[in-house]
């Protein structure tokens, strides 16, 4: 009859027999060697192997824990069985573990089971998935694409809501003057600013997953529009408007079918750092220069969007500049860099969280009126301005109106949203929460398709509005609920007191956030890191966005960092190892000393075996042996760092394996996990070579390639473990 035992008493014997063998410096130091990367690893393959070693026999007597541990240290110097063995066994054991932990076991506290019976524990396992299916109800998978669900279900008042309102409002108050200035920066009505900060901003609420990030128009994204749009159309015509809502829409198409196709991870790291500065320092100084028209009142030309034109169209116009229009614009500036610069003090760091720029526009506004300074100084202003909520509206989609925008929606798209993930990602970092990117995609994605039939041109995350969000103590999105119905509240009753708002003072504000975007610390960091590729990068997407505008800059970027990624993959780093003076461990620090002059050529490869990868795998592999002082005589391949294998990788190793016992080289391998042991079994490698050829260590590699006994090498082990 087959003996009954407690399943958390076998569990128990198991892991603790388990934490003894950790404590085991030399099944841990040769475990440690083999394929793990710490303690836990360790323990974690200890416990399947003891599963499997007690196979289905559950009562672990004495004797029996002894042979285990035994049969375990013989692994450890054998072959590569040890993380190999039953899977529905290691299953088991992992589900009787779980149920240990879940309320289902505690109900059967004292129940026992047959050794060779599992219909009880499946039965338990059946249990346990029908609890946690109740658990995961359909609310909170809906929250998963409706993250304002789960901010309401945690949603505190008197923790949240104070700092959710004061935030929405501070951000709000620097919300209007500088989304108005965008759309002047868009070459658009002023009003769009606003219609572009309204809707897209409740439907990011919705579905965003940051609680700092503050969509709306941004200095990037806006100043791509011109480029695209002047050539089409007119600025300020209506077809022009309609081109620049069609960017929102098309945009927000892209980043939405990358988020439902999962594709965040793609677009996250699309531009590494120094690339994405090298565009943003570009167009940062496109950003200030186009300002010139406003700033001095006078004419620029449309279709100037790079450094050249743009310097062309000023000189010939400068003559006809209004001084006093400078003046204005001068004095905005100077409030506005200076409440900066006084801010920085720590003593008045909370002049931070005041909105300085909304300050300034209603002075300015406010002197503007009451002095008539568009009649006495012939000071442009920003005139009428459209009452009301945006209305929803529809265009009629074409191939031309696709094919003509397709390139600029790509770059707003890509540009737009990876400036939003690194603020969003920034500041989830400093509150200790988990940013959804593929989410993020999806809400970006949509915020500016739904925004676009209310007039809005593409939003982005903005960073100086998400950075006083985040300084102003924001808890949730529901602070960017507050910030939209504030712009719902100026639309609706207050836009017309935005009537003599002089022209300067917006392009001063814009002025101001452009040249807060360029950054001479990360220039002076690369140059400190002597990260002299990167540092070339940098530079050279720079120049190139400033001389060419930012569209094209955008696309050198993009394809800049595509042939980067496509070398380095193809590249991986192969290095020649060495044994450590004193030690089993093979590397390639100076202490370790060279096994080329016995004639074995030990390597690693930093990658998996593809077919991207094979060639260069090669290439370095025939570059040793033929400048080898001595004759190779053994191949020895350590195989910790290739996870797993692709076909043509397995099509060129079997044939460089072939062409090396040709020429009666040997090829022993090391560290080869068991998904990547199977892979060589199943396409015939273990047979080529001999199943003897595969080795836990690469210490034991090389001594069986020095042609030692399973006996010496054991006691040269021992010896320099101890």
Avoid at 144 to 164: C, E
Avoid at 301 to 313: F, R
């Amino acid at each position: 009859m087959a003996k009954k035992v407690n399943l958390r008493s076998v569990i128990a014997t198991i892991e603790d027999l388990a934490a003894q063998l950790v404590a085991d410096e030399r099944v841990r130091v040769t475990l440690h060697q083999k394929f793990l990367r710490n303690l836990e690893d360790v323990e974690h393959v200890l416990i399947q192997e003891l599963t499997t070693a007690v196979e289905h026999d559950v009562v672990l007597s004495y004797q029996k824990v002894k042979k285990a541990k035994q049969r375990l240290e013989d692994m450890c110097f054998g072959d590569l069985t040890l993380v190999c063995g039953d899977t529905n066994l290691k299953q088991t054991f992992f589900t009787m573990r779980r149920l240990a932990e879940t309320d289902v076991m505690k109900e059967t506290e004292d129940m026992t089971m047959d050794a060779d019976d599992s219909s009880k524990l499946l039965t338990l396992n059946r249990a346990h998935n029908v609890k946690v299916e109740e658990k995961t109800s359909w609310s909170n998978r809906l929250s998963q694409y409706f993250p304002i669900i789960k901010w309401t279900k945690n949603y505190s008042w008197r923790r949240d809501l104070l700092g959710d309102l004061f935030a929405g409002c501070t951000v709000a108050f620097m919300t209007f003057p500088q989304t108005m200035g965008y759309a002047i920066l868009a070459q658009l009505p002023p009003i769009y600013g606003l219609y572009a900060a309204f809707v897209p901003v409740f439907i990011y609420s919705i579905l965003g997953t940051s609680a700092e990030m503050s969509v709306g128009p941004a200095a990037m994204v806006a100043l791509m529009i011109p480029s695209t749009i002047t050539p089409l159309a007119p600025p300020g015509s209506d077809l022009y408007i309609l081109y620049a809502t069609f960017l929102s829409f098309f945009s927000g198409i892209i980043l939405f079918a990358a988020g439902m196709l999962n594709g965040g991870f793609i677009v996250e790291n699309l531009l590494s750092i120094p690339l994405l500065m090298g565009w943003i320092q570009g167009a940062a100084v496109l950003i200030v220069l186009s300002q010139a028209s406003g700033f001095f009142q006078i004419t620029i030309s449309s279709s100037s969007n790079n450094l050249l034109s743009v310097m062309e169209s000023i000189s010939d116009e400068i003559g006809n500049s209004n001084g006093f229009s400078v003046l204005v614009g001068g004095i905005c500036l100077i409030l506005l860099f200076g409440s900066r610069k006084i801010s920085g003090i720590r003593r008045l760091m909370w002049l931070r969280k005041l909105p300085i720029s909304l300050a300034v526009l209603i002075g300015v506004t406010m002197l503007s009126k009451f002095l008539q300074w568009d009649t006495r100084h012939n000071l442009h202003i920003i005139g009428d301005i459209p009452q009301g909520l945006p209305q929803f509206g529809f265009f009629k989609l074409s191939w031309d109106l696709i094919l003509a925008s397709f390139k600029a929606a790509m770059a707003i798209a890509i540009i737009g949203f990876m400036e939003g993930i690194s603020l969003a990602k920034k500041f989830a970092g400093l509150r200790k929460y988990r940013i959804d990117v593929s989410q993020e995609l999806r809400a970006l994605g949509l915020a500016n398709v739904i925004g676009s039939c209310f007039k809005a041109f593409p939003v982005t995350g903005s960073v100086t509005r998400t950075t006083v969000n985040y300084q102003s103590g924001s808890r949730t999105t529901y602070s960017s609920v507050v910030n939209g119905i504030l712009v719902g509240a100026v639309l609706m009753f207050l836009s017309p007191l935005f009537y003599h708002t002089p022209k300067t003072a917006l392009s001063a504000i814009v002025i101001s956030a452009g040249l807060s975007l360029i950054d001479i610390a990360e220039i002076r960091f690369l140059w400190r890191i002597k990260a002299k590729y990167d540092l070339l990068q940098l530079v050279a997407i720079f120049l190139i966005t400033l001389f060419t505008g930012p569209e094209i800059g955008a696309v050198f970027a993009v394809l800049v960092s595509v042939i980067l990624i496509v070398y380095r993959a193809t590249k991986p780093a192969c290095h020649t190892l060495g044994q450590v003076v004193g030690t089993t461990v093979y590397n390639t620090s100076e202490y370790a000393r060279s096994t080329l002059k016995k004639g074995i050529l030990v390597v690693r490869i930093e990658s998996g075996l593809y077919f991207y990868t094979t060639a260069w795998l090669k290439e370095n592999l025939y570059t040793w042996v033929n400048d080898a002082s001595v004759p190779v005589k053994a191949l020895v391949i350590d195989a910790s760092t290739i996870e797993e294998a692709d076909a043509s990788g397995i099509h060129g190793l079997l044939e460089l394996i072939e062409e090396y016992q040709k020429k009666n080289i040997c090829a022993f391998f090391s560290n080869v996990t068991p998904a990547l042991y199977e892979t060589f079994d199943l396409a015939g490698i273990v047979e080529t070579i001999g199943v003897d050829s595969f080795f836990g260590t690469t210490h034991e590699a090389v001594q069986v390639a020095q042609g030692l006994s399973f006996s010496e090498r054991v006691k040269m082990m021992t010896i320099t473990l101890n």
